[in-house]
């Protein structure tokens, strides 16, 4: 992803970039930083939103119950109601 995609994407809030990315993009956003091309406070922003997920998911850890079968007909409901056909006309 190249700084501009990277800049337009943290300030559009999109934390999570999948799959991860090893590395590769701190470099752009330090760069974009030093340069001025993006605002350490947008930096700082998506920071502090990614751990306040992280401690949210800590906290609820315990909390917690899993059941692996009423979870799977929950996924297979949204999956189902979430399903969008796609009609290739021009045989892409």
């Known amino acids: 992803m190249d ?4 800049k337009k994407a943290l300030e559009s809030c999109l934390d ?9 993009n701190d470099k752009r956003i330090c760069k974009s930083i030093r340069n001025g091309e993006l605002q350490e406070s947008v ?10 997920l992280i401690l949210k998911a800590v906290d609820n850890q315990d909390r917690q119950s899993y059941d692996k079968v009423d979870h ?7 999956a189902a109601k979430s399903m969008v056909l ?4 021009h045989k892409i």
């Open 3 to 6: 700084q501009h995609k990277i």
């Open 16 to 24: 999570l970039e999948m799959p991860r990315p090893c590395g590769a």
């Open 43 to 52: 930096l700082d922003e998506t920071i502090r939103r990614m751990l306040e």
């Open 72 to 78: 799977h007909k929950l996924a297979r409901k949204i």
């Open 86 to 89: 796609v009609i290739d006309f």
